[in-house]
């Protein structure tokens, strides 16, 4: 066959994919809606499906992330992802915040593994690293929340 | 070539062995191809010709006079006479051999609209149609000042005829109109729609992309002024397609690209342009795929527009039926007039997850918004999941089909 080198795919995978902790958060997402006292917005774009994503940031002088919420469609995998990241950013300074989009990004994307930081329930997004098509969909929250840090106004697509 | 199902009480084609791709194993399962609406696969019979052509006759076209120039080009010209044939133009000066579907319609878009095109024109379209038969319009629009109208769809996809009529007012230049919906499976009633443009003197550009797969195609019974299709949703390979343009038109419209083989004369300073249809091909053509193109037609024609519709709508049926029998299924678009494809929702689960785990089935779908965007904002969905058919389909491909949708369903409950 000659797509030999593309790994086949078992049932463990696919449910390693759609563990129960994403699929809990994909249905009963957290901090899902807008944010009144938001000081940053960002929109995040998969052009591959047309899914769009809005990561709202109250963030305060000290540079703290006091609160986070986001809205839009998207996918089990997308919106479980953005569900994750809310419950982890809150609390954290800006800079803390980037250090965990670099840890996760690069765990999703295979090329290092967190950089050595246990991502706790973040690990359960790692199951899209068997599914290449998959990866945008969890990394597009956290494209999202870079932006909005460094408060650039166009939207971030996945692209 | 395949023959007639010996059952032939059955409609179903089986032609499935013409098609080497098929024959595959995905994820671990026998693949099931239900994306040709996207790209449909290429028999052997188009394999075979295009790697013929390279192994034995290629060369440019039209510059050579040595022995495999002279092939390619007849190869070449060959592919163009059989569609003329395939579409009963007039004459080989109608028929431009171009990309795909997208550049036929950008060429009509700045070389028919564009110079005829200002402030108080128009340009209409239709909600249900391709981005490639939308954003070309706008551009044109945005360049010359000129109003792009798009007219409604109701709530089954289908155009709703009566606004239309209304919208060809003597201020519209051009109609640009699917034939078929690509996200909906929607036929349009093209011929009629033609008819009543042609009262109020509407040009009129019919996407064919979706209609020359599916039934047997005639302009000039249709009456329309430029019809656009591409390769490779008719078996044929990517990057090639076609624009039929009535003959009257075309001498009238300037050339659209500049550069060889549309030329007779290049001076310094201006150039003689070519006859029809060379005015329209500057630049060496995809040869290959054109001679692919040309080996599709045969394939199509052998088995006969009549028998691939009959196929196609016997399946059609049968899965609208199969999967609407699942609990938690929402058939997206239920025009009257349909063919080869169903778009759905499924409970909550968003399409691409259908897609992943389908695909994980061996079954492979289309998700997303199948680069219709306004028909989805239509219908207040993101995307949904397309399941398209092609002459290689069979009731065994929509089982499956069934059945990977059950395990979603189980996945997500
Ligand atoms: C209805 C319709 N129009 C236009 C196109 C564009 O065709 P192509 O990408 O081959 O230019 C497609 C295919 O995607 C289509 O389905």
Redesign the interface.
């Known amino acids: 066959?000659?797509?030999g080198h593309v790994q086949?795919?078992?049932?463990d995978?696919?449910r390693e994919?759609?563990r129960s902790l994403i699929?809990d958060h994909a249905k009963n997402p957290r901090h899902f809606g807008k944010l009144d006292t938001a000081t940053h917005t960002s929109e995040g774009i998969n052009p591959?499906?047309?899914?769009?994503l809005r990561l709202q940031l109250e963030v305060d002088a000290e540079h703290r992330i006091r609160d986070a919420a986001f809205e839009g469609?998207?996918?089990?995998?997308s919106?479980a992802s953005a569900s994750l990241l809310t419950e982890t950013i809150i609390g954290l300074h800006e800079d803390e915040a980037l250090a965990w989009f670099d840890d996760v990004t690069s765990h999703l994307t295979g090329t290092s593994d967190a950089n050595g930081r246990d991502l706790g329930k973040l690990q359960a997004l790692g199951g899209v690293r068997d599914?290449p098509?998959?990866v945008k969909?969890a990394t597009l929250a956290w494209h999202a929340l870079r932006s909005a840090i460094e408060n650039t106004d166009e939207p971030v697509s996945t692209e | 070539m395949s023959q007639p199902n010996p059952q032939s009480s059955s409609p179903l084609l089986d032609v499935r062995a013409d098609f080497p791709v098929l024959d595959q194993d995905v994820n671990g399962k026998p693949l099931v191809y239900l994306d040709s609406a996207a790209s449909a696969q290429q028999p052997r019979q188009v394999i075979d010709a295009v790697a013929d052509y390279h192994l034995k006759d290629h060369a440019n076209v039209h510059r050579g006079v040595h022995t495999l120039s002279q092939r390619a080009t007849d190869a070449f010209e060959g592919a163009r006479d059989r569609i003329v044939e395939f579409v009963n133009a007039n004459s080989r000066k109608e028929i431009i051999l171009t990309a795909g579907t997208t550049e036929s319609i950008n060429l009509v878009a700045q070389s028919f609209a564009r110079p005829r095109l200002g402030k108080g024109d128009k340009i209409l379209v239709t909600h249900l149609e391709h981005h490639s038969n939308m954003v070309p319009w706008q551009l044109v629009c945005e360049q010359t000042g000129a109003e792009l109208v798009v007219a409604p769809i109701d709530d089954h996809g289908q155009l709703m005829l009566d606004e239309l009529r209304e919208l060809m007012t003597p201020d519209v230049l051009l109609l640009a109109v699917g034939h078929v919906s690509n996200a909906l499976g929607t036929v349009n009633p093209v011929k009629d729609i033609v008819g009543w443009a042609k009262q109020q003197d509407i040009t009129v550009l019919v996407d064919g992309a979706q209609g020359v797969p599916h039934m047997d195609i005639d302009v000039q019974d249709l009456g329309c002024d430029f019809y656009a299709f591409s390769g490779h949703k008719m078996y044929g390979p990517t990057g090639t397609g076609v624009l039929y343009g009535r003959e009257e038109l075309l001498e009238e419209m300037p050339p659209w690209q500049g550069g060889g083989d549309m030329i007779l004369e290049v001076f310094v300073d201006r150039s003689v342009f070519n006859e029809l249809p060379y005015k329209f091909e500057a630049g060496t053509p995809n040869i290959a795929g054109i001679v692919g193109l040309g080996a599709a037609v045969d394939y199509l024609r052998g088995i006969g527009p009549e028998r691939v519709a009959a196929h196609e709508h016997y399946l059609l049926d049968y899965m609208t039926e199969q999967l609407t029998a699942i609990e938690g299924l929402k058939p997206i678009g239920t025009a009257e007039h349909k063919t080869s494809v169903l778009s759905f929702m499924l409970d909550d689960i968003h399409p691409h997850d259908i897609g992943t785990i389908l695909d994980h089935e061996g079954v492979a779908i289309r998700t997303g918004h199948h680069c219709a965007m306004p028909v989805m904002q239509r219908f207040g969905l993101p995307g949904t999941a397309r399941a398209s058919l092609g002459v290689y389909n069979s009731t065994d491909d929509v089982d499956r089909l069934a059945n990977a949708l059950l395990t979603a369903k189980r996945l997500f409950a």
């Open positions: 066959m000659s797509s086949s795919l078992s049932s995978e696919l994919l759609y699929l591959l499906c047309g899914d769009k469609t998207g996918c089990a995998i919106v599914f098509a998959r969909c």
